[in-house]
T-cell receptor, first 115, second 116 residues
């Protein structure tokens, strides 16, 4: 069990560019979550996958954001036409629905800076 | 909608002493879970302890214990025998049980500094 991994760990981009982040969950975890954390705040929920199905999206997830989880394995989060307000830490978490309390395990995050 | 409030932005404690971090939440749900997560500087978030709302007994994990007061909607974390490695941001989080998703709702965090 290698834990949740995220790549890249850091991304600096210019406003208007597109960026894509990747999350590899703990193997056999069928649930995957994306959160966004800005400085001085707790993480805020963005979206949720159960296997390959995206079951919920937060209103925080504007139409510039898209997430996928092909084949129910890794997930990608793409931000198009980045804005300075998108600068944040993007966290991925995974869990297994077989666990009664559905404890979520977090990755190290991808820190995005939009110049 | 559920909300989680952590009213202590920063706290400090001497090594080997005991410290209590506060958390209150607001919900109309009866079945839910509460969590404390720890986020060390520049490191990933890890679970410290969890509590099922249907359990009256307070959860404990080694030096970490909670005081869960369901009626008061309070969920405080007590860290005994504080160690330098406990220095981190601590987040309280709420999860509704049985919803379509099990998303976590976090408070704003408490930055704990353990002083040598």
């Amino acid at each position: 069990d290698t834990g949740v991994s995220q790549n890249p760990r850091h991304k600096i981009t210019k406003r208007g560019q597109n960026v894509t982040f990747r999350c590899d969950p703990i193997s056999e975890h069928n649930r995957l979550y994306w959160y966004r954390q800005t400085l001085g705040q707790g993480p805020e929920f963005l979206t949720y996958f159960q296997n390959e199905a995206q079951l919920e999206k937060s209103r925080l997830l504007s139409d510039r954001f898209s997430a996928e989880r092909p084949k129910g394995s890794f997930s990608t989060l793409e931000i198009q036409r980045t804005e300075q307000g998108d600068s944040a830490m993007y966290l991925c978490a995974s869990s297994s629905w077989t666990q009664l309390t559905d404890t979520q395990y977090f990755g190290p995050g991808t820190r995005l800076t939009v110049l | 909608a559920q909300t989680v409030t952590q009213s202590q932005p920063e706290m400090s404690v001497q090594e080997a002493e005991t410290v209590t971090l506060s958390c209150t939440y607001d919900t109309s749900e009866n079945n839910y879970y509460l969590f404390w997560y720890k986020q060390p500087p520049s490191r990933q978030m890890i679970l410290v302890i969890r509590q099922e709302a249907y359990k009256q007994q307070n959860a404990t994990e080694n030096r970490f214990s909670v005081n869960f007061q369901k009626a008061a909607k309070s969920f405080s974390l007590k860290i005994s025998d504080s160690q330098l490695g406990d220095t981190a941001m601590y987040f309280c989080a709420f999860m509704k049980h049985g919803g379509a998703t099990n998303k976590l709702i976090f408070g704003t965090g408490t930055l704990l500094a353990v002083q040598p």
